[in-house]
């Protein structure tokens, strides 16, 4: 059993950064992945990043490439999205996923607001 808990979001205007945590608590493995996905009102959730607890896998969508970047500290067992050149288009309430074993985790999501 993994519990995820996102934090960071907020308002921020058009080319502007925030930068989201998740973290992770209960039983993780190295080959485990941690994933940002985004979902915004009548779109369907969209993956947007992951990467693996060991750093071998990272992934990112190419709405993101180049402006995001994913990281993670195994000392905290947290999961960063670091987010530069906010669009109004990234506005979105972004969920941390951990892939453990076969068995999907979701946080209960945190809201990014971008402004124009």
């Known amino acids: 059993q993994v519990q995820l808990v996102e934090s960071g979001g907020g308002l921020v205007q058009a080319g502007g950064s925030l930068r989201l945590s998740c973290a992770a608590s209960g039983r993780t493995f190295s080959n485990d992945l941690m994933g940002w996905f985004r979902q915004s009102p009548g779109k369907e959730r969209e993956f947007v990043a992951h990467i693996s607890w060991s750093g071998g896998t990272l992934y990112y969508a190419d709405s993101v490439k180049g402006r995001f970047t994913i990281s993670r500290d195994i000392a905290k067992n947290t999961v960063y999205l670091q987010m530069n050149s906010l669009k109004p288009e990234d506005t979105a309430v972004y969920l941390c996923?951990?892939?453990?074993?076969?068995?999907?985790?979701w946080g209960q999501g945190t809201q990014v607001t971008v402004s124009s």
């Open positions: 996923q951990a892939t453990s074993r076969g068995n999907v985790y």
